[in-house]
């Protein structure tokens, strides 16, 4: 703009050929204001280019929304083995998940992980908190709230969030911060936000690991349990035929007594499960059904998971507390289901 209003005072000068001093004093005044005024419009332009706050709209980028199917599923499997869980923003597993649930409601795969990444997003957002770091915990909670809008702890989270956020600004008022002291401030938080979530989401992982390590370790037991079961009972069919011919025929004896059902089992001792860490800070309740097999002995084999709600927040800590179950011995084995419960507050 300036360079055109220099050449058009130019142009006009060398045209009237009028009072060289008097012409170009007025020139240079004109040029001087113009330029004065020029610089205020990228002002004008900073109020538009604050971001959006975040909310669950927003949680998930148009630019992992963009992604096919197979490229979410990718990309979500390649954050969840590089420890991306819940951060950095857009590349993260969260995020691929619930972009892949929504285009793909019957991903099976999908809707499990992000049940075993919640309760590490709920931590991580209460620790933002706790370092004053209310962006990401926005973030964070939004997430949360995309994954399941009615979460036992978003709205704990969202007021503690609120309120943490008032005590900032008080505070703030109150100590009057520099900009010099409110920049250290962030680099410092933004340090420690990275180191945090970094460590943090190793450790989930190595949880994760381990849990799928004992899920499977008690699946393969239990394969092998069911398999002796069988071959004992093939051996038991095999020998019957063969030891006939050499007994003599039985006398007629009182029938035998029927086995014991299910409603008539007396437990002894039934101890109650330990309550998941993670399900009991992030409030989550739910309940297991597992079926096993009490022994003549009155013990407990082939525990098994048959419905679970949450899926695999409380399985193993169930079926452990199952194995440890004693009742009264019975004639032959029986096979029953029992419904455990998981309730924080109870």
């Known amino acids: 703009m300036i360079a055109n209003n220099d050449r058009h005072y130019s142009r006009l000068?060398?045209?009237?050929?009028?009072?060289?001093?008097?012409?170009?004093?007025?020139?240079?005044?004109?040029?001087?204001?113009?330029?004065?005024?020029?610089?205020?419009?990228?002002?004008?332009?900073?109020?538009?280019?604050?971001?959006p706050a975040a909310s669950a709209n927003n949680a998930v980028s148009a630019k992992v929304s963009a992604l096919s199917v197979e490229q979410l599923r990718e990309a979500a499997r390649k954050a969840y083995a590089e420890n991306r869980l819940y951060a950095p923003v857009e590349d993260n597993a969260v995020e691929y998940y619930l972009a892949l649930r929504e285009k793909a409601p019957a991903d099976a795969v999908a809707s499990s992980a992000l049940t075993d990444l919640l309760p590490m997003t709920v931590i991580a957002t209460e620790q933002s908190i706790g370092r004053e770091d209310f962006s990401e915990a926005q973030r964070l909670s939004a997430l949360i709230e995309r994954a399941d809008p009615q979460h036992p702890a978003l709205a704990r989270l969202k007021a503690s969030i609120g309120a943490a956020q008032q005590a900032v600004t008080k505070r703030a008022e109150q100590e009057k911060l520099t900009a010099e002291e409110q920049a250290r401030k962030q680099a410092e938080l933004e340090k420690q936000r990275l180191a945090q979530q970094q460590q943090q989401q190793q450790q989930a992982a190595q949880q994760l690991a381990t849990q799928q390590a004992a899920e499977r370790q008690a699946a393969t037991q239990r394969a092998a349990e069911q398999r002796a079961a069988e071959q004992r009972a093939a051996e038991q069919r095999a020998a019957a035929p063969a030891a006939a011919p050499e007994r003599p025929a039985p006398a007629p004896a009182a029938p035998s007594a029927p086995a014991a059902a299910p409603s008539e089992l007396r437990a002894v001792s039934t101890p109650a499960p330990r309550y998941p860490p993670d399900a009991l800070r992030a409030g989550t309740s739910g309940e297991v059904q597992v079926e096993f097999t009490v022994g003549t002995d009155g013990s407990?084999?082939?525990?098994?998971?048959?419905?679970?709600?949450?899926?695999?927040?409380?399985?193993?800590?169930?079926?452990?507390?199952?194995?440890?179950?004693?009742?009264?011995?019975?004639?032959?084995?029986?096979t029953t289901r029992r419904t455990i419960g998981f309730n924080p507050g109870g």
């Open 13 to 51: 000068s060398a045209v009237k050929q009028v009072s060289a001093v008097f012409a170009l004093g007025c020139a240079l005044a004109a040029c001087g204001k113009k330029e004065d005024a020029a610089p205020a419009a990228p002002e004008q332009a900073a109020p538009n280019a604050a971001a």
């Open 300 to 334: 407990v084999t082939a525990a098994r998971v048959v419905r679970a709600n949450p899926p695999r927040v409380f399985d193993r800590e169930a079926v452990n507390a199952v194995r440890k179950w004693r009742f009264q011995p019975v004639a032959a084995p029986v």
